[in-house]
């Protein structure tokens, strides 16, 4: 089982954090790995270390707010390697604002790059995904779908879309043989929350709502990713899979 070889996996957002360890995870398991990322410097070098664990591994510049860019990069990748089985659709950005501040435009900034262009270059990967009549979508949501938080309005309204297209596109893309799955993350300690997990004070109001008492590593997502991303999970579409330690169950 988990058996990856021959698989092409492309994971955007990947130089680092949850990416880079879904990456690895897939890699070791034998799968082809593209990584993604804005910074061709950073992606090369991550692409770098994972060849020195014998891992295929190809580097993919783009940014996934500019969907001509993204869409040429995969066709790229398309015409070099055949084939992509395994989207992960990872990458995304912040702003932070209260809502009675938040500026439209960024509201509408944070919406196109966490929802619309994944949206786009998603349906863009899965023509190939039904011709070749087998995929798995993955998309990185999150549990602010699940629960309010202040400061993050647009963040939480394209990750709940995200956790909404799942279901829809599981009922669209069932008869290409694409399963679409999503994983809701809570706090995990990558460079995105490195402010919160260097705030004492924040981290101890999170071990007092995780049962687990403790932040969430990469790791905790890419052993949850192995899963959606497997031939074996073939049955599991549409579902959105929290993995918080628990944060979200328990009160
Ligand atoms: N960490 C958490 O607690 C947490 C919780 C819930 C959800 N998430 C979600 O998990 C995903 C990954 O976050 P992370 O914590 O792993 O962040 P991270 O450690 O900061 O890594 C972000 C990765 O995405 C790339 N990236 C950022 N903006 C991009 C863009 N516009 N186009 C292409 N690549 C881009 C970065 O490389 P460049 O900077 O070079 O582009 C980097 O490789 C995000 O969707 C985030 O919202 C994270």
């Known amino acids: 089982m988990f058996d990856f070889s021959g698989r092409v996996a492309l994971i ?15 890699g070791r398991k034998g799968a082809t790995v593209i990584l993604n990322g804005r910074d061709a410097a950073a992606l090369e070098q991550a692409a770098q270390v994972l060849r020195g664990q014998g891992v295929d591994t190809h580097a993919l510049p783009f940014d996934i707010a500019d969907v001509g860019q993204a869409t040429r990069a995969v066709d790229e990748v398309l015409d070099r390697l055949g084939r992509i089985d395994i989207f992960f659709s990872n990458a995304g950005i912040q702003h932070r604002e209260p809502l009675l501040s938040f500026p439209l435009a960024d509201f509408e900034r944070v919406l196109f790059a966490n929802l619309t262009s994944q949206w786009a270059l998603g349906r863009h990967i899965a023509t190939g995904m039904a011709r070749q009549g087998y995929g798995r979508i993955i998309f990185t949501g999150s549990i602010t779908a699940l629960a309010g938080r202040k400061g993050i309005t647009a963040y939480t309204a394209a990750k709940s879309a995200l956790h909404g ?3 829809q596109w599981a009922a669209e893309l069932a008869d290409d043989g694409i399963t679409v799955n999503a994983i809701a993350p809570g706090y995990i300690k990558t460079e995105l929350t490195r402010n919160l997990w260097n705030d004492a004070e924040f981290t101890a109001w999170l071990h007092d709502r ?4 403790k932040w969430g590593e990469p790791e905790d997502i890419a052993a949850a990713l192995v899963f ?7 049955f599991v579409t549409g579902q959105t899979l929290v993995v918080d330690g628990g944060m979200t169950a328990c009160m």
């Open 12 to 26: 955007t957002g990947s130089s680092r954090g949850i990416g880079y360890a879904a990456a690895h995870a897939l």
């Open 165 to 167: 297209l799942v279901r």
């Open 210 to 213: 995780v049962p687990q008492k």
């Open 228 to 234: 959606l991303a497997s031939r074996e999970s073939g």
